[in-house]
């Protein structure tokens, strides 16, 4: 019905035990295909510790491709990350009401994102252990890491998100592990009790925690901007042909959160299925993302058409001769980025009638994130490969090593959300409960009071 | 970097086998200095100047011993060939001492004759082997030995060569595919004087190359790469103007001003083009005077018959011409594919008569035929040893292959890098002939294809551990003897062949005994030059004994006004039908004629032109491709009428169509992993066609027909085939 | 003693010939690696010798030899991109240090070097025995995941520096000079102090043939060109 609170189908005596269905204790099945997911990661992490003992080697890296598939792997997770720092930011700030049960699932997204991202800088060293040389701690040679260069911004940066993002998810979550520590038992108490820091639920610590909710959200939003415009600096700042554009900030930005977005949107599906919260989950919050992905398609695709026709027009001879490899040995690559990234979700997220179709919206999802992969290809291999000395071009292309890499990122992310799932509620009760209730406060008479409002104060009642 | 303290004497090699001996007791962490060894200063290198010996140019080379080890090879400053500097073969020097497949125990055959398998014996047994071959051979049939080697110069050519005539056998054969043969008959026949001439590179005004290959290989790449740089810059007004024509864009080529592709061996029809314009045009004294030269048929040999022949245009030949007649100092040059045709005596002299024309013989910027013996005038007949001319030996090669064949030796002794089972015509049918020698002895450091067959192989040291002396072929004008001196101590158990030899003549007593009176073959070198009232010790620390006379006695050239002449074609077997290209093969600049393949430095290093590593290849030109179907990076399969291999083509922009060429150097089957199996050996794609007034190796002389292939793998190239067209990218 | 190492390396001399790079592999412990490493782009010489085609007058087609080792450049794109400093501007010589002990890896140098000259260890190289003798005790042998470049033998300029200050007398010119300048056969490769008038390369950066490779860049190359000459006419 419409004007309807639609969360009104909920029977708010059940609504813990819909939206906590994912911490149920764990099923044979659950352990099965965690250990799964776990045999998987571990064979990436063999790879690993093989090509830490060998050398960079094992990989396809070679000279003039120095990067690979790790760096690729650490944008498109650190892209990723973008999804739900933001979406949560900019939904909380602009008081989105249909934001409530992405809340949760985006932020843990963007922590655990990072977390799987923010490994490769460390992987792709070729002295991984010795990577404590980047941190500025007292050493013996009375050497600082060196200020000017883009990684160590990147190292910064990405600590700097990561413990934000961290704190934004888990500061969140407090309200949800007090109502998980009321009625959980055993050890699972335990946890969220320590947890839960005590939290009571009284008007006071709700005050502070809106407080400092929205402040968190603000202050998010900057250190996402400037994460991922570190990251685009790595590249930016390089004097390798077709990086080195003033436009790569914001473009990755775009793409960061046009990647996010759509990662949020495959999450959610798989999160609605599996944990049942088709009630929770709407085909219109489905639709609400698609339209968010929309507009990022628009600005994605604004940002690389900016890029490209730049460098096409003005003929330098080092950027052209990368953009002749798009049309040449990339072809393939660069027809994928287009068609993925462009082609195919511009026209069909404009269609109401794809937007709320949940299978449509999932392949949309990951259509785009099949072409953002493919961008930070093609952003990192034909430039390397395409460098200004023409006489020593080359090519590159990933070894089993790398493609384990690659599959064990995916399933580490996997993992970690399906054990984060797992113990902590992946739907933000508190904030679904209270689109429930809405309340403002008001004066009357010398007290602050808050009154309730059901939905959004438009309709008189609820149904009951 | 050249110690200033000086070379020092090597007197200390004593102390060094002293304290090292066999390579066991070589100390690998703690050095015992109680009581240190002579000259021996931690930390600080010690220079020891000798003779290089990875080609026959004879370069002089200060070698840097740090610690008894070998780290360095630089050229010797002091020398007139190189003037230090140094070629990449000679750096790499130092990985034959160090390699790890030299032999280091001398090895019996262990399985079927030829098979290559054998095992290690201790010397007494060898040497005792030895001499029961000797010994019976001397005393039944002296006839029937054998010595077959590379050329060799200095005492040790001398020790060799009077241990065979000691022993009663005239059968000495020194093989070297490379030898000047054909250089040295027109030499004859234009100038009179049977020897290779000293070329003024850095002293002309205009540089005619015809096939030259003097910056890459050729008799002495480092001294004409040093002389290039002093003709293009140690002038301050003259640069100098270089011109070069041949069958393709070569290393050296590639230096030209002007590169004019001409069929192969077409190269005199090139410069009788040049003489006729030149005579015709009265352009220099000389030609102003050659009236008699055109009437005898110089007249016919037109610019425009000459482009027929060789397919340069006539237009440019006349240029050149003019160009080359109104710049003089001029000098003409030729190289060894235009050697090395079954004409190639026809177009040598056809550029030996540019020289003539030019009027350059005995000038500066010119020609002139130093003495390079004369510091030997003492040793009488026996000088000639020292130096001998530098032939291939293909004639006597082949009667003796021949004479193998019908069992007239008993014994062979055989020796030298030049590995005739690798470089020679598989017509020729050396292995089986060879096999047919019931004792063959070998004197290497390597197990290379001819010294596979062996029944006996001795260890020899490498040039780097022992002594020896040299006189270089080219680069100097006689005021110079090259000193060898070992620069570590030997660290396997090796001998010389020298000393071997010497030590053989010693127990068969006799007239070998007498001939060979010394105690070792350094107490031979030390008594020959004592004669000649040398500081023997500063010789040795300068690396040899440099005159520095200015001006050696030089012979006169024939008088005489220049002949023509006689014009031939050269003959390419195969139908053109079946096999439409003409192949044109040349030595590697790293691997120059095979002996380089065992050394990973050579095998790594990029080739010049076309940039690849570790493998060999195939050149054709763009159109000629186009026409075969072939594009760049192809497998095809080469076939002459007298054998097939396969190679990966790489498309050559600037060479002549209808070629198909080929470097030297790759395709061996034995010679160690560095070595074996980088490809198709194309020496034996070729006929056992000889020049025809001096019967050496014409290796240009046969078709080749391309077909592809499918290869597994590609060639590796380390320039960017695309990439390789934007030189203004870098600019 | 401060000193301003600079390299001339004259194109119109340069054969092509290949003994830089040989000389340089033997210098500074370089390793082989094969050709399936070779054909993957790993080769590990610190200098090349890289042959363009051009096409000249008449449509005729040309070879041109560049000897590219590291530029050294005074404003070096690589050494403001290391996190950890592990190549700095030596301020005593001028000259592109590497530090290998400090590198942890990242090869954003090498990726920022405009010319392509910096290379990096995939593997632990062996060195078969007996080999490894020949190694230069000068220099060290560098470990898996590390960067190396060409260094202007630094070994030979500082044994140079140390033997002219114990002999009390100043470096000549000439005297120091990399291994890829002392054996190159027709002397293309020159190298001297700039801070000397009188030295050869003082001279040579006069000449009007002097150029540097992608100047635009602004990279500021202690090793230049000079430009490759061909005299007119056919």
């Known amino acids: ?464 | ?731 | 003693m401060k000193r301003r190492w600079a390299m001339v390396i004259d194109m119109d001399l340069c054969t092509g010939c290949g003994a830089c790079v040989a000389a340089c592999v033997a210098e500074n412990n370089t390793p082989t690696v094969g050709e399936s490493e070779a054909g993957k782009g790993r080769l590990m010489q610190w200098i090349r010798v890289v042959r363009y085609f051009r096409k000249e007058e008449h449509d005729e087609t040309r070879a041109i030899f560049v000897a590219t080792p590291c530029m050294h450049c005074e404003k070096a794109p690589c050494e403001i991109v290391c996190p950890v400093y592990a190549t700095y501007h030596d301020e005593d010589d001028h000259v592109n240090a590497m530090v290998y002990n400090r590198c942890i890896g990242t090869r954003y140098c090498g990726n920022n070097c405009p010319y392509s000259v910096r290379v990096f260890n995939w593997w632990d190289y062996k060195r078969e025995k007996p080999l490894d003798e020949q190694l230069n005790p000068d220099l060290t042998v560098r470990s898996r995941g590390v960067m190396e470049k060409c260094s202007y033998c630094i070994q030979r300029i500082r044994r140079g520096k140390e033997t002219a200050l114990s002999e009390g007398r100043p470096i000549r010119d000439g005297e120091v000079l990399p291994a890829c300048a002392q054996t190159c056969p027709p002397g293309a490769i020159r190298f001297g102090d700039l801070d000397d008038p009188e030295s050869a390369v003082s001279r040579m950066m006069k000449d009007p043939r002097r150029f540097r490779l992608m100047e635009h860049l602004g990279t500021e190359p202690s090793t230049v060109y000079l430009k490759k000459m061909r005299a007119p006419g056919r």
């Open chain 2, 1 to 731: 970097m050249l110690n200033r303290r000086g070379f020092l004497k090597i007197g200390g090699a004593t102390a060094f086998a002293a304290l090292f001996g066999g390579c066991e007791r070589l100390p690998k962490t703690l050095v015992p200095f109680v009581i240190p060894p002579e000259n021996y200063a931690l930390g600080e290198s010690l220079w020891y100047a000798s003779v290089c010996r990875q080609c026959p140019a004879g370069c002089g080379i200060v070698v840097r011993n740090s610690e008894g080890r070998a780290k360095k090879i630089e050229g010797n400053p002091l020398h007139p060939v190189n003037r230090g500097k140094l070629c990449a073969r000679g750096q790499a020097g130092l990985q034959a001492l160090y390699h790890p497949e030299r032999l280091g125990k001398p090895l019996k055959l262990d399985g079927p004759r030829g098979s290559g398998k054998f095992r290690e014996i201790p010397w007494e047994e060898a040497l005792r082997l030895l001499m029961t071959g000797l010994s019976s051979v001397r005393a039944e049939a002296p006839t029937a030995l054998l010595m077959l080697t590379d050329p060799m110069r200095g005492h040790r050519n001398l020790v060799s060569a009077r241990f065979m005539k000691a022993f009663g056998s005239p059968h000495r054969v020194a093989w070297d595919p490379f030898g000047q043969d054909a250089h040295l008959s027109a030499n004859e026949a234009v100038y009179g004087v049977r020897d290779l001439p000293e070329h003024d590179l850095a002293g002309t005004r205009y540089l005619l190359s015809f096939s030259g290959d003097f910056l890459e290989t050729g008799v002495s790449p480092v001294h004409f790469g040093h002389a290039y740089g002093r003709m293009r810059a140690a002038r301050p007004t003259v640069r100098g103007k270089f011109v070069h024509f041949g069958p393709r864009l070569s290393m050296t080529a590639a230096s030209a001003d002007a590169f004019l592709p001409v069929a192969p061996g077409t190269e005199g029809y090139a410069a009788l083009g040049i003489a006729h314009v030149m005579v015709r045009e009265k352009l220099t004294p000389a030609a102003a005077a050659a009236g008699r030269l055109w009437n005898a048929g110089l007249k016919e040999f037109t610019p425009e018959a000459a482009g027929k022949k060789t397919g340069a245009p006539a237009a440019d030949i006349e240029a050149v011409a003019r160009e080359f007649g109104s710049n003089q100092p001029g000098l003409a040059m030729a190289g060894d594919a235009a050697a090395s045709c079954t004409n190639g005596v026809f177009n040598l002299s056809a550029v030996g008569l540019l020289n003539l024309l030019a009027g350059n013989v005995g000038k500066p910027g010119g020609i002139s035929f130093p003495d390079r013996l004369a510091a030997f005038a003492s040793f009488g007949a026996e000088a000639k040893l020292l130096l001998p001319a530098a032939e291939s030996g293909y004639p006597a090669l082949r009667d003796a292959v021949e004479r193998m064949g019908k069992g007239a030796f008993r014994m062979a002794l055989l020796s030298g890098a030049t590995n005739p089972a690798f470089t020679l015509p598989p017509s020729l049918k050396f292995e089986e002939a060879l096999l047919k020698v019931p004792t063959i002895v070998s004197f290497a450091s390597f197990l290379d294809e001819t010294t596979s067959l062996s029944d006996l192989v001795l260890p020899t040291p490498t040039y780097l551990e022992e002594w020896g002396d040299d006189i270089a072929p080219a680069g100097h004008g006689g005021e110079a003897i090259t000193l060898g001196q070992p620069v570590v101590a030997p660290f396997r158990d090796t001998r010389s062949m020298p000393d071997v030899l010497i030590a053989a003549a010693k127990e068969l007593g006799g007239p070998a005994a007498a001939a060979l009176p010394w105690g070792s073959f350094r107490e031979c070198l030390d008594k020959a030059y004592a004669g000649m009232g040398i500081d023997l010790e500063e010789s040795h620390k300068n690396g040899g004994i440099f005159s520095g006379k200015a001006d050696a006695p030089r012979r006169a050239p024939k008088e005489g006004s220049p002949a023509l002449p006689k014009a031939a074609e050269a003959a390419f077997a195969g139908d053109p039908a079946r096999y439409p290209l003409v192949l044109h093969v040349y030595p590697s600049s790293a691997l120059s004629d095979g002996r380089g393949a065992n050394l990973p430095w050579l095998q790594e290093l990029p080739d010049p032109i076309a940039t690849a590593v570790w493998r060999n290849w195939v050149e054709v030109g763009p159109k000629t491709a186009a026409a075969l179907g072939l594009s760049d990076g192809d497998g095809v399969t080469v076939s002459s009428p007298f054998g097939s291999l396969q190679a990966f083509v790489f498309l050559h922009p600037a060479i002549a169509e209808g070629v198909a060429a080929m470097p030297l150097g790759q395709g061996h089957s034995r010679y160690g992993k560095y070595a074996a199996d980088r490809g198709g050996n194309p020496y034996a794609l070729l006929p056992a066609s000889v020049e025809s007034a001096t019967k050496a190796p014409a290796r240009h002389s046969t078709r080749v027909s391309l077909v592809k292939t499918r290869m597994k793998g590609a060639l590796v190239r380390t320039v960017h085939p695309e990439g390789q067209w934007l030189y203004e990218n870098i600019l």
């Open chain 1, 1 to 464: 019905m419409k004007g309807e609170n639609h969360l009104s189908r909920l029977d708010e005596s059940k609504l813990y035990d819909e939206l906590s269905r994912s911490n149920l204790p764990a099923t044979k099945r659950w352990y099965a295909g965690t250990g799964a997911l776990l045999l998987v990661v571990l064979a990436s992490v063999a790879a690993f510790v093989y090509m830490m003992f060998t050398g960079l080697g094992v990989t396809g890296l070679n000279r003039p491709v120095m990067w690979g598939v790790m760096i690729i792997l650490f944008v498109f997770w650190v892209g990723l990350s973008h999804s739900g720092t933001l979406i949560s930011a900019i939904l909380r700030i602009t008081r989105a009401t249909w934001r409530a049960p992405v809340l949760r699932g985006a932020e843990a997204m963007t922590a655990l994102a990072l977390m799987v991202g923010g490994l490769y800088p460390l992987m792709h060293l070729g002295r991984n252990w010795r990577f404590y040389y980047i941190l500025p701690y007292p050493s013996a040679r009375q050497l600082w890491p060196n200020f000017r260069s883009p990684l160590l911004w990147d190292a910064v940066a990405i600590t700097t998100y990561l413990t934000g993002s961290l704190l934004f998810l888990y500061f969140g979550m407090i309200p949800d592990l007090a109502i998980a520590r009321d009625r959980a038992a055993g050890w699972r108490k335990k946890l969220y009790t320590f947890l839960a820091a005590g939290f009571r639920g009284t008007h006071e610590e709700w005050r502070r925690y809106h407080v400092a909710s929205t402040l968190f959200a603000v202050i998010i939003i900057p250190v996402a901007v400037s994460v991922h415009s570190i990251v685009s600096w790595d590249f930016a700042m390089a004097m390798v042909p077709m990086w080195h554009s003033t436009i790569f900030a914001p473009y990755f930005v775009a793409g960061a959160i046009y990647s996010g977005i759509a990662g949020v949107i495959s999450v959610m599906v798989i999160l609605r299925k599996a944990f049942r919260l088709e009630k929770v989950l709407t085909p219109d919050h489905f639709d609400n993302l698609g339209k968010l992905l929309l507009t990022f398609t628009l600005v994605w695709g604004y940002f690389y058409f900016s890029d490209y026709l730049t460098a096409w027009y003005s003929r330098f001879p080092e950027d052209w001769e990368v953009i002749r490899s798009y049309s040449g040995h990339y072809l393939p690559l660069f027809s994928l980025l287009v068609a993925c990234n462009f082609l195919i979700p511009f026209p069909m997220l404009c269609l109401k009638r794809v937007r709320q179709s949940i299978p449509a919206m999932f392949a949309v999802s990951l259509v785009v994130n099949v072409g953002m992969f493919t961008e930070r290809v093609l952003i990192v291999v034909p430039s390397l490969a395409r460098r200004n000395d023409p006489s020593i071009w080359g090519s590159y292309f990933p070894t089993w090593v790398e493609i384990s890499f690659i599959v064990g990122s995916i399933a580490m992310f996997a993992l970690i959300y399906v054990i984060f799932s797992k113990l902590f509620p992946v739907v933000a009760i508190s904030d679904v409960k209270e689109q429930l209730f809405h309340t403002t406060d008001r004066t009357i008479g010398g007290a602050n009071l808050s009154t309730v409002v059901s939905g959004e104060g438009k309709e008189e009642g609820r149904e009951t």
